[in-house]
């Protein structure tokens, strides 16, 4: 195609479309003059435009990834045809909880191989390799010709490949699908599972995962078990080696790996308790049983049903085959014993019985003896007598076991990763879901836990996010993150920014679409499930700092929310406005269920009322429902939620189950050099909920504020000595302390006066709280120019959310903003010479560090290039300090001219990962680390070691017992 | 992976935006794996009638992979424009494995549904559009642009408009020819 030509051609086309169609052959003809081959080509395209309307209109990975099976398909394309070793990928096998499985050629051995992908997830993590590879021996080293084999472990390009033998056949699951198998088959099957189990625990590797899935018959009728003992080389490195931990939770600190279905489980696995081989015995049993009855042993519509059948339900022996020999039956009702210690102790008296009873020879007696189980043959000869006690305890036992109206109460726990603050999660309206705050990778994000799988997965989108909370159909939740409300649909992952919210105190969604939300301080406001304007819903009382934690009642006009410090408590306020109407005293917001009760916290116990949602009164005494149950002290967060007959908690830290602002690790002052190694602490590891640091100009002491007592004050710390010394005595809040540059004086914030105030104070602690300045917008103090004219401070403004502002100290003292926009400007820092201001901004979207000049109009320099937050000066001037958002300590180096009209940005550099306290960006809070006055030392409120949270409780069919 | 080596990649792909073809082989496999992996995060909620987002999933591929500070990303418009091109690297890619699978030269894949075969009656021919594009780059490499960035990287008109920084009528008037005259294309080639 020639250039002139196509211009022609274009020129042509867009003139001959924007006139009126009539016209067009007309203009044709005269424009080509001749030249009928243009003519004819501009014709064809007109001509072709209805044809083509729709071509390329949807996007291309939406148009070939239009569906789930298409978009694994998509990816699955990826592998076949290529090579890894000697093994060249032939098809897709199939696609299971840990991973896809390939068919697959060995060039080499010229055979036919199964190769598992491992999932990346996993395959990133070089501990859990190295442990898989270790694990990965052991399994190989397994050699039966009832046990598919591990070959190999491959690796290329960073992905890993387990190479297994490749079995044809179908698997036991599809064969039961189809109806019981033959008494005689189906012990031939048994007895082969028996004898690779049997390998396997001699050289003590235990299946963990048997199910009818994994196991499968060659055409041959040779029976094969795979995945031997790949549910404990995957699973996570902390659960794996702690077997105390509940099976359940493992997948949930690993994402993807499904560790077998709970219908399977020993009950003893189902509770959490030790496994050992008496598991597999345990698996072994039911696998027989469904070959025997072609049908579930236990079942039930959700998890928590199959739960509590495995549990609590005796087996229906009724339905096992007439033709089972006795010795058979017996020998199930010893694998399935729910009490491990009395359970059948090794599998190779499963096959020795099996084998005897193929070889025909009824050997009186048991399998081995059976302490308090009567014999078989025992029975024939009992009196009626016996018999009919037999039935009626039979009958006493369906009664407490089978009557489906009144399931029994379960508790289950659910670990989940660590996470920065413990109280959020929510369970979903319809007991499906779970959702939680976890960290992960130092990413700190929303966690989905399906409760029907035991796999938990990351939703993507939901960095730093908090206090989720669930649409009425359970389809959406709704979160606070990046200073927004946002919501996010469950299915498809499809995120939503609602409006803006500083910092977000709970939510919830009513049936008719809106949602109400708390923003801190001040009342509740509701805005629509679709975004839009808000509109405040509560007023707030004298004395009153803040309503928080809303959630409906089921008519959906009226909600419960928690307000303090004035009367503090739980209350009742309507959609419509009208008056609000206190329900109770409590120590944090309380939750309703709506099986007709109200949850609350107090002294660390969790307490339910019933609750009449129509007259909006409870009656009756209240009555515990669990002890310790984990709550904010700071952000009153209830570390509990309820759905239709469930309700799920934590137990906190502490004896009180209190739990300290963003969480309830410890904290613990420490200085770090440049390269992030610890060269001292200051003082103990802290559990009042340390937060900012602020240290004197002359680095002696470090100023900081804690909750002692549920009382919130600035505390000062010798930084030689360690001890901390109350600074501030006022019983309400008073937080972010800021030194004035001699020292001689503290500048903090208090809300004695119902708003966030800015007050000061001697450093020696002498003479009063002077007020400093008072607004009707809650601000604090960020930092105070080195001449000490100017305070800087950031104010929260209802429309524009943090806003910077500057208070000449002396003089008219009449502050005046130095950045005011919609955006979220704040943490702002004086450069050493007074001449700048770094700041951090969520303006491009994401939080950011940028300098601008002081106090003169100029250019804004943009420092951090992957987000940050808590910027910091080094004094010499040349260095900005920041967090990235993936915690990590970085280094900009800036170039300031003495002018304080330019300035020359360089890279940022990573100096060091930093745990820090609250994460990078977290919630209202300032910077969590001060640096030395040469820069080469950083004073950092360290979160203490993450350990695993503590687990959530899920109480199934809850029973309130008043 | 692109948590220890993200500046590796961009040495890859600014080696390949330097015209390394090279860099690109061992740039794709790392690719593939963090869309794979993103994708099966999407998937697990995901409801068989939900659709992918595709923009989101190349932001978030391309902000995990890519170094962007070392970038030097010019702008947001430059970020754009890389990646629209080699998220067209990567599906046309996808699709002559696939052609390649369907003419024999592997064994049949599985499919988890037969029903969902992406047979090319119902989705664009990626490697004849792959070819028409080159056509159409000798003479109106903008066209080509505009198509890159709304059908392969899933931006709107006004998007596509900011990163070429041209009119909306530009884009709208690239768009309305390029479609016609590429559709026409594909129709001869499969003719």
């Known amino acids: 195609m020639k250039l002139a030509r196509w211009r022609q051609l274009e020129s042509l086309y867009n003139k001959a479309l924007e006139m009126d169609e009539s016209r067009r052959v007309e203009f044709l003809r005269e424009a080509c003059a001749g030249d009928g081959e243009l003519r004819h080509d501009v014709e064809r395209l007109l001509a072709a435009r209805p044809a083509a309307a729709s071509f390329l209109e949807q996007p291309a990975l939406q148009e070939i990834a239009h569906d789930f099976g298409a978009t694994a398909e998509l990816f699955h394309q990826y592998w076949i045809g290529r090579q890894v070793g000697n093994y060249q990928f032939l098809s897709l096998a199939g696609v299971g909880g840990m991973g896809e499985v ?104 235990i299946h963990r995962d048997l199910k009818p899935a994994n196991i499968k018959v060659t055409a ?234 035991v796999a938990a997965q990351p939703l993507p989108g939901t960095d730093g996010a908090s206090y989720p909370f669930w649409s009425p159909d359970s389809a959406s939740v709704g979160f606070f993150a990046d200073g927004k409300l946002k919501r996010i649909d469950i299915a498809g992952g499809a995120l939503q920014v609602l409006t803006n919210v500083t910092a977000g105190r709970g939510g919830a969604w009513s049936p008719e679409g809106t949602i109400i939300f708390s923003a801190n301080l001040g009342p509740l406001f509701k805005v629509p499930a679709t975004g839009g304007e808000r509109v405040a819903v509560t007023r707030l009382e004298t004395g009153q700092a803040g309503h928080r934690f809303p959630q409906f009642l089921p008519d959906g006009q009226h909600f419960i929310y928690f307000a303090a410090p004035a009367q503090q408590g739980v209350y009742v306020g309507s959609i419509g406005g009208g008056s609000a109407k206190r329900l109770a005293n409590a120590d944090a917001a309380a939750v309703v269920s709506y099986s007709g009760f109200l949850l609350f916290p107090r002294q660390g116990t969790l307490f339910a009322q019933a609750f009449d949602f129509k007259r909006q009164e409870l009656s009756g005494n209240p009555f515990p429902v669990a002890e310790q149950v984990a709550f904010g002290a700071l952000t009153n967060a209830p570390g509990f939620s309820a759905a239709s007959g469930i309700v799920a908690y934590r137990t906190g830290s502490g004896r009180s189950g209190v739990l300290l602002a963003g969480g ?111 607004t009707d917008q809650n601000k604090a103090p960020t930092d105070w120019s080195s001449d000490g004219r100017f305070l800087l401070f950031r104010s929260l403004d209802p429309q524009t959310g943090f806003d910077l502002w500057v208070l000449p100290v002396s003089g008219d003292k009449k502050p005046f903003p130095f950045l005011k926009s919609a955006s979220e400007e704040r943490e702002g820092q004086f450069s050493p010479d007074s001449k700048w201001i770094a700041y951090q901004s969520n303006e491009s979207g994401r939080s950011e560090i940028y300098v601008q000049p002081f106090p003169g109009t100029g250019g804004k320099f943009q420092i951090s290039a992957n987000g940050g937050a808590q910027p910091r000066w080094n004094k010499n001037g040349k260095e900005i300090f920041y967090v990235s958002l993936d915690s990590k ?52 409120n360290l979160a203490a070691a993450e350990g695993a949270a503590s687990p959530i409780t899920l109480i199934y069919n809850w029973k309130p017992k008043p | 992976m692109s948590t220890e080596a993200p500046a590796e990649m961009t040495k890859l792909l600014l080696a390949w935006g330097a015209g390394d073809e090279q860099a690109l082989d061992q740039l794709l496999p790392v690719v593939y794996r963090e869309l794979h992996s993103m994708a099966r995060g999407y998937m697990a909620t995901e409801r068989p009638d939900h659709t992918l987002q595709a923009s989101a999933l190349v932001n978030e591929v391309y902000l995990k992979l890519v170094d962007v500070r070392q970038m030097k990303w010019q702008n947001r418009a430059h970020f754009f424009g890389v990646s629209a091109q080699l998220m067209r690297r990567i599906l046309v890619d996808f699709a002559r494995r696939r052609h390649y699978l369907k003419r024999g030269g592997g064994v049949r894949p599985v499919t988890l549904n037969e029903g969902l075969d992406m047979s090319a009656a119902k989705t664009t021919d990626l490697v004849a559009l792959d070819d028409a594009l080159n056509a159409l780059a000798d003479v109106d490499p903008r066209k080509v642009r505009v198509v890159e960035l709304r059908f392969f990287a899933g931006l709107t008109v006004e998007e596509t408009a900011e990163v070429l920084k041209v009119s909306l009528d530009t884009v709208a008037r690239d768009w309305r020819l390029a479609k016609v005259w590429l559709h026409q294309e594909l129709q001869k080639g499969g003719a």
């Not at chain 1, 859990?128 to 390009?157: C, G, M, T, W």
């Not at chain 1, 599809?174 to 082969?192: F, H, N, S, T, Y």
């Not at chain 1, 219908?263 to 049993?285: H, L, N």
């Not at chain 1, 096992?320 to 090794?346: F, I, S, W």
């Open chain 1, 102 to 205: 390939y068919r697959a050629r060995d060039t080499k051995l010229k055979r036919e191989v199964a190769i598992k992908v491992i999932p990346d997830e996993f395959s990133r993590d070089p501990e859990r390799i190295s442990r898989f590879q270790r694990e990965a021996q052991v399994l190989a080293s397994l050699n039966h010709p009832n046990i598919a084999a591990i070959y190999d472990l491959e690796e290329l390009n960073g992905s890993r490949f387990l190479i297994l033998e490749m079995v044809e056949g179908e698997t036991l699951a599809d064969r039961i699908q189809r109806g019981p198998i033959p008494v005689e088959e189906a012990l031939k099957i048994a007895l082969q599972i028996a004898e690779a189990l049997e390998a396997a625990h001699e050289k003590n590797v």
């Open chain 1, 220 to 453: 041959e009728g040779t029976v094969k078990v795979l995945d031997f003992g790949l549910a404990k080389a995957l699973a996570d490195e902390r659960t794996a080696e702690d077997t105390t931990k509940p099976l359940l939770s493992m997948a949930a600190t690993s994402p993807g790996v499904i560790l077998g279905t709970a219908a399977y489980m020993s009950p003893e696995q189902a509770t959490g308790k030790a496994v050992d081989r008496r598991a597999d015995i345990w698996a072994f049993g039911v696998v027989l049983y469904e070959l025997l009855t072609g049908r579930m042993l236990f079942s039930g519509g959700t998890i928590s049903e199959t739960i509590a059948a495995v549990m609590m339900k005796e087996p229906d022996w009724d339905t096992l085959p007439a033709n089972l020999p006795a010795r058979a039956r017996d020998l199930l009702q010893r694998c399935l014993t729910k009490e491990p210690r009395n359970r059948l102790r090794d599998i190779g008296e499963a096959r020795i019985a099996i084998e005897e009873v193929q070889s025909g020879a009824e050997v009186d007696g048991d399998v081995a003896q059976t302490p308090g189980r009567l014999k078989s043959k025992v029975l024939v000869g009992i009196a009626a007598a016996l018999l009919l006690m037999m039935i009626v305890s039979l009958a006493a036992l369906s009664v407490r076991y089978f009557n489906r109206a009144t399931p029994p109460e379960i508790r289950v726990e659910v670990s989940t990763p660590s996470t920065d603050d413990p109280t959020s999660f929510a369970i979903s309206p319809d007991g499906r879901n779970l959702v939680f705050l976890a960290s992960h990778e130092s990413k700190s994000q929303l966690w989905l836990r399906p409760l029907d799988s």
């Open chain 1, 664 to 774: 309830g690790l410890a904290r613990q002052l420490t200085w770090l050099d440049r390269s992030g190694k610890s060269v001292g602490v200051v003082g103990a590891p802290d559990a009042a909920g340390l937060t900012d640091v602020e240290l004197s100009p002359d680095g002696k002491r470090v100023a900081v504020y804690r909750t002692v007592n549920g009382n919130q004050d600035v505390w000062l710390i010798d930084a030689a000595r360690g001890v901390p010394k109350r600074f501030t005595f006022d019983p309400l809040l008073d937080s972010f302390p800021l030194w004035s540059p001699d020292g001689n004086r503290i500048a903090f914030q208090s809300v004695r006066r119902g708003v966030q105030n800015l007050y000061w104070k001697l450093s020696s602690g002498a003479g009063t709280d002077d007020l400093l300045l008072e």
């Open chain 1, 889 to 940: 300590m970085m280094s900009a180096p800036v170039k300031l001219s003495p002018d304080g009209q330019s300035l020359e940005t360089g890279t940022p550099a990573v100096l060091f990962p930093v745990r820090i306290a609250g994460g990078p960006l977290s919630g209202i809070f300032r910077q969590q680390y001060a640096v030395s006055s040469d820069g080469q030392r950083f004073l950092v």
